[in-house]
């Protein structure tokens, strides 16, 4: 699990930079409007799979009493130093793997955004997540996820984006499968720094890779 993890090492302190655009206070409106449907009242939530926790923060600072795990140890500091600045109760974050789950009480809601499911790339992983899910949910309780779908990856395929802000410049590029159903991308991330003794920044470039597998159907998407 590891060598899974240690891809978000370099992107970990850009990521909120390079996802400013993302929507989240639009999500998180979204996320209640669903609570407010659900079969029990909302008070206690999971962010499953919480990357820097922004999500998280945001639900946390409307009161909801929120668990976030995620598997990288390098987005969670992001996501506790995020948290930090919370007048109220702050989440409580776990380092876990979305199929090794597990959680000393259960919740009301679990939630899963940007796509995060589609990461697991072996279906007995996605099985074993879902098993989990539910195990740590209170009797009525709901799961709340997006994903992308084939459609979506499959118009990835062969795909090149970028993203610059001013400490940073990643360049994505994606590649799809049909054997695998599977959407590989490759990150360069490039970051200014210092050097030592010297007025001029550099760039130093960080690379990384990762896979996303194919997930047919989703419930409770968040709008795009």
């Avoid at 993203?163 to 940073?168: L, R």
């Avoid at 695998?180 to 890779?209: H, K, M, S, W």
Wanted: charge should be neutral; proline fraction near 6%; glycine fraction near 6%.
């Amino acid at each position: 699990m590891q060598e899974e993890v240690s891809r978000y090492q370099a992107l970990a302190a850009s990521y909120d930079e390079l996802t400013v655009d993302v929507g989240y206070l639009r999500r998180a409106d979204y996320l209640e409007r669903l609570f407010q449907k659900s079969a029990i009242p909302v008070e206690t939530v999971l962010d499953l799979a919480c990357g820097t926790g922004t999500m998280a923060w945001l639900l946390a600072g409307r009161g909801y009493q929120v668990t976030a795990t995620d598997a990288s140890e390098e987005m969670l500091p992001q996501a506790m130093n995020k948290a930090a600045a919370l007048a109220g109760q702050p989440p409580l974050f776990v380092c876990q793997t979305m199929p090794r789950l597990r959680l000393p009480e259960p919740v009301d809601a679990v939630v899963s955004t940007l796509d995060s499911l589609n990461y697991l790339t072996r279906e007995k992983d996605i099985r074993e997540t879902f098993r989990r899910a539910f195990r740590a949910l209170k009797p009525g309780g709901s799961f709340f996820f997006d994903v992308n779908t084939p459609y979506k990856l499959r118009r990835m395929d062969g795909q090149l984006y970028t993203d610059e802000t001013e400490e940073s410049y990643c360049v994505w590029r994606t590649f799809f499968s049909e054997k695998t159903n599977i959407c590989t991308y490759q990150v360069d991330l490039f970051r200014l720094r210092a050097e030592a003794g010297g007025p001029q920044p550099r760039c130093r470039p960080a690379a990384g890779n990762g896979a996303l597998r194919a997930v047919p159907r989703g419930d409770g998407a968040a709008p795009q």
